[in-house]
């Protein structure tokens, strides 16, 4: 392994080191939401970025291990919302949009820091990977944004369409 090898797995671990962090991040705000479906949406964030923090570990134990990038199928956030839940006030606007604006800043570093991996690797199963995790963390900003709209501007929490 070269210099430029090690600077790309530190890459990885740093990636994986902030999924980790997420994780965290997304489970203790749904602890801290009353909203219904604020915490179902980031429960399932959590679960999202601690697949993605799976990943990036056995991505950095086959490159050491084989000197090869994993393959990524990739995985789409799936908001499953009751037909019965239409709109449900947040007691606590500033709260949730404090939480939804973090959770967008942490999408869009991500992003990134995603994008930023798929250029600096030669692997075309690196390549990809790094792609749809960029890709990945685009779609579920965009669910955040919607969110946040929704929360800022209705006062009210009404899921995307």
Not at 19 to 45: H, I, M, S, W
Not at 91 to 96: E, G, L, V
Request: aromatic fraction near 6%.
């Amino acid at each position: 392994m070269n210099n430029q090898d090690l600077s790309f797995l530190d890459a990885i671990r740093i990636a994986s080191e902030a999924e980790a962090k997420a994780v965290e991040f997304y489970a203790e705000a749904a602890d801290n939401t009353e909203n219904p479906l604020g915490r179902k949406l980031l429960n399932q964030l959590a679960e999202f970025e601690k697949h993605h923090h799976t990943q990036l570990v056995a991505l950095e134990e086959s490159l050491c291990d084989r000197g090869a990038c994993i393959w990524y199928e990739g995985k789409k956030l799936d908001l499953q919302v009751p037909d019965e839940v239409e709109k449900i006030r947040d007691a606590n606007k500033m709260s949730a949009v404090a939480i939804i604006d973090t959770a967008i800043e942490i999408k869009r570093k991500a992003e990134k820091r995603y994008a930023l991996l798929a250029e600096q690797t030669s692997d075309p199963s690196g390549v990809d990977m790094f792609q749809k995790l960029a890709l990945e963390e685009r779609a579920n900003r965009q669910i955040l944004q919607e969110a946040y709209w929704s929360v800022n501007n209705r006062g009210v929490w009404i899921p995307s369409e």
